[in-house]
């Protein structure tokens, strides 16, 4: 089992070499960049100096100077020793702008999860036991309705009824204008009430593949035989689903369950986005799309860790869950 | 064979009772594709979802057609609108005119409002002094040793429209007639008269009219004419908010005016009808669902959004379908050390974040400011290119089990070629899972360039997508107000995509028969 994690995890280092050089190669190749328009921007100021020197001044100041390679390797050499630069867009260091942000987009993701786990469940299961039926039928068209749905049109939806003409709640932002004139409680709730409509549309839009994956593990398992044995020798049928059939769907689901943890954190970009929460989605949209590179390369490459941790865990969590399984 | 079973089977149905238990003929045979068919059939929400599809697909590709309009024909409307067509201010200070041969310099101007201000009825200049006579209200004639030097007065005295200049005579005679009230007055021994208009006539003829109002054109081009003038000064003396008036041309409009206090003037705001764009306007029976924030047709819009958006969505995945099966055809049909790489490259893929990294591409693409159709063919390239290794992984998976079966094994005794083996008897085994995903990958690729259009980053225009007609929706004024700009789009795309995975999940089941749904 340990082999199994350090060969996992060498493995993971070096995919995760290769999608930084990518990225970066990518960035560094773009034409049109933040240092471009930042050094048009200075020449035509009254009496500056011409583009070109303001060009070459502005690239060693950020480093760009070097060819592609010796880049990356000095932006390795930095993120090993903790240095992930300051963001040209935001003008901050990094990790600062980062801290400012995530824990916003992960409570909105861990809420929205939640959610998602305690509808998505039952649904699913319900779905299952009752296969073919107008229940199944209904639960399967709203699970693959929340596929299907784009989270901007399924926001702004909810914007023109809730914020419009109910005016429940605002159209933007994280808080209200009196916000500094709350109580602290107050001031909680004000953010509460804030956050509601993103983390409706992040559960609703997530919620089918999750409501999916139950009901068909769930189907498999009614399909086996020891289901059969069980119903054979006379247990209720309520028995049978709940301590037979659905502590045995538990365990793929308790693997991706783990294997999606660490996507709260990655942050909704188009949700943040659509309702102006200042979460790690709406920070990291802007910088891209300027151009900001340390900004862009430390999210880019925190979502790639992200990812490898998630199908690393979900992989452990089979091995743990499931003693059939056993990893060569 | 079956087809043969069913031909026999048909013009003769009462022999069936004929046939012993054990008959072949007396089951109805079907072969996989059939099967697959009626149990794709079966279910309803498989039926469902082509229906939305075929529906879908007819509305944007015979849509094009059979719409009388352009994709961006722009349309134009008249509309009422309140421009600014002049504005009157009430004079205030005094204007001055000296006499025939006579000069009065600014500097004795400023003087005499000063004498004035004082209520003197002198002031002196460089030794020189001169004489303030108030002649009626607000109307002073200023003279030095006895003689006229100038007059100074606040109710101008105006030529008509086609009348000669005002002489200063005239000129002063009338003021002086009029400040006081009177309504005729002679000089040279003519008689001139004062109407109740204040027009001054000589012998029935208008030689000049006397009023407080200056008006003047708010845009050049206006003409403004004595009687609007008149009415003008009617309707503010009258205190009215607007008033109508026909000029010469006949053309009758409304005029409204609105007072100022700050500079104490009336702008008066004409209703004129105004050739523009029609943007936004609301639905009607020549646009069924209105036009768009450019003027332009919106249900035509749509329908060719519909176009780019499947078309799109079709290369997208013909890419990485492509893709998908090249590499992962080799992967799982040679393994080791190939399979090693192809399944690390697939690895490396997985773990680059799609949507930032197409962010990034779009903004890119915007600075660089690509032509609208080539930025189509690079958004088609890089979402195909990044959407491959999920196909290769399955595709692979599905290989490896593959050719450890019996068949292939066989294929390999018989002595068939290895390209043969690949391509007619391990790839035409993987189609169905392939046939499913690549559906389900359809509906994610339209919602994937929707998003991307939405956020302005993927089909730009003129081109229309289902994304950047919803758009508009970042006006929150357009949101609130033009409900058929965005909502109909969004159902179109809801539809699009639902379809798709309607048909995709009806289709995996069908295949799979083991799961029976």
């Not at chain 1, 960049?33 to 930042?38: A, G, H, K, L, Y």
């Not at chain 2, 469902?48 to 057609?65: A, K, P, T």
């Amino acid at each position: 089992m340990r082999k199994f994690i350090l060969k996992r995890l060498a493995l993971s280092v070096l995919i995760l070499f290769c999608v930084t050089f990518i990225i970066y190669l990518i960035m560094r190749c773009l034409p049109g960049s933040f240092v471009e328009s930042r050094a048009i921007q200075l020449s035509t100021a009254p009496g500056a100096k011409p583009y070109e020197e303001w060009l070459a001044q502005l690239n060693a100041m950020y480093g760009l100077d070097k060819n592609i390679f010796a880049g990356y390797f000095s932006w390795v050499k930095d993120f090993f020793t903790g240095n992930f630069g300051e963001s040209w867009k935001y003008t901050v260091p990094v990790v600062e702008k980062f801290n400012d942000t995530v824990w916003l987009s992960f409570i909105m993701g861990a809420i929205s999860f939640f959610f998602e786990i305690i509808i998505a469940v039952p649904l699913g299961v319900i779905a299952a036991t009752k296969q073919y039926s107008r229940t199944d039928y209904a639960i399967s068209t709203f699970a693959l309705i929340g596929i299907s749905l784009p989270s901007f049109f399924f926001a702004t939806l909810l914007k023109l009824f809730f914020s419009v003409k109910l005016g429940w709640f605002d159209l933007v932002g994280l808080v209200s204008r009196n916000y500094n004139q709350l109580t602290p409680f107050g001031q909680f709730m004000d953010k509460a009430n804030h956050l509601v409509l993103p983390i409706v549309t992040l559960t609703i839009v997530s919620i089918g593949s999750l409501m999916r994956y139950v009901r068909t593990n769930m189907l498999e398992v009614l399909n086996a035989d020891y289901i059969r044995t069980a119903r054979a020798k006379g247990l209720s049928e309520r028995k049978v689903i709940y301590h037979h059939a659905f502590r045995n769907t538990l365990i793929p689901l308790v693997t991706i369950i783990g294997g999606s943890l660490p996507g709260l954190f990655s942050g909704a970009l188009i949700t943040e986005q659509m309702f102006g929460i200042p979460g790690i989605g709406y920070a990291s949209y802007y910088a891209m799309v300027i151009g900001d590179i340390p900004f862009s390369m430390f999210y880019l490459t925190f979502l790639a860790v992200l990812t490898l941790l998630g199908n690393l865990i979900s992989d452990i969590l089979y091995a743990v869950v499931d003693p059939r399984v056993r990893i060569a | 064979m079956s087809d043969k079973n069913e031909k026999t089977n048909a013009p003769a149905p009462e022999q069936k009772e004929t046939y012993s238990l054990n008959d072949d003929r007396r089951v109805k045979v079907l072969s996989p594709g059939a099967l697959v068919a009626k149990r794709f059939f079966r279910n309803t929400l498989s039926v469902v979802g082509l229906v939305m599809l075929i529906v879908m697909f007819v509305f944007s590709f015979v849509g094009g057609f059979i719409s009388p309009y352009g994709e961006d024909e722009i349309f134009y409307t008249y509309t009422d609108m309140k421009k600014n067509y002049v504005s009157a201010t009430e004079n205030k200070v005094f204007r001055y005119q000296s006499a025939d041969g006579q000069s009065f310099s600014s500097t004795l101007q400023a003087k005499f409002q000063l004498a004035y201000n004082q209520k003197k009825d002198s002031f002196e200049y460089q030794g020189v002094n001169y004489d303030v006579e108030e002649l009626g209200k607000d109307f002073y004639a200023i003279s030095a040793n006895g003689t006229e030097l100038a007059i100074a007065y606040q109710d101008i005295v105006n030529a008509p429209d086609d009348g000669d200049a005002v002489s200063y005579a005239v000129k002063r005679a009338a003021l002086q007639a009029y400040t006081n009230g009177e309504n005729s007055f002679s000089l040279d021994g003519r008689t001139y008269k004062i109407d109740k208009d204040s027009n001054v006539t000589l012998g029935g003829k208008d030689i000049a009219y006397i009023s407080r109002f200056i008006v003047q054109a708010a845009e050049p081009g206006i003409n403004i004419t004595r009687e609007f003038k008149e009415r003008l000064e009617d309707a503010i003396n009258n205190k009215d908010e607007e008033f109508r008036f026909t000029d010469e041309s006949g053309e009758e409009a409304v005029y409204a005016l609105e007072y100022k206090p700050d500079s104490m003037t009336w702008n008066i705001l004409q209703d004129k009808s105004t050739y523009v764009k029609d943007t936004y306007g609301a639905p009607s029976k020549a646009h069924l669902l209105g036009t768009d924030g450019n003027g332009m047709d919106m249900l035509t819009r749509l329908m060719y959004g519909g176009r780019v958006s499947l078309v799109i969505g079709f290369i997208v995945v013909f890419i990485a379908a492509f893709l998908g099966v090249l590499f992962g055809g080799i992967s799982g049909y040679f393994g080791g050390w190939v399979d090693n790489l192809i399944m690390r490259i697939v690895d490396v893929f997985y773990c680059i974040p799609s949507t930032p990294l197409i962010i990034i591409l779009g903004a890119a693409m915007d600075a660089m400011q690509v032509e609208p159709r080539i930025r189509m063919l690079y958004l088609m390239l890089i979402l195909g290119f990044l959407s491959w290794p999920g196909i290769a992984r399955l595709i692979r998976g599905q290989i490896l089990s593959l050719r450890e079966q019996e068949f292939m094994t066989a294929t390999e005794a018989c002595g068939i070629s290895i390209p043969r083996r690949i391509f007619h008897h391990l790839i035409p085994n993987v189609i169905p899972q392939l046939i499913v995903i690549c559906t389900m990958d359809l509906g994610s690729t339209i919602l994937t360039e929707a998003t991307l259009s939405f956020l302005g980053l993927g089909v730009k225009f003129p081109f229309a997508s289902w994304g950047n007609i919803i758009n508009d929706v970042n006006n929150s004024f357009v949101m609130t107000n033009y409900w058929f700009i965005w909502i109909p789009a969004g159902i179109c795309l809801l539809i699009t995509v639902l379809g798709f995975n309607f048909i995709g999940d009806g289709l995996r089941d069908a295949f799979d028969p083991k799961m029976k749904r």
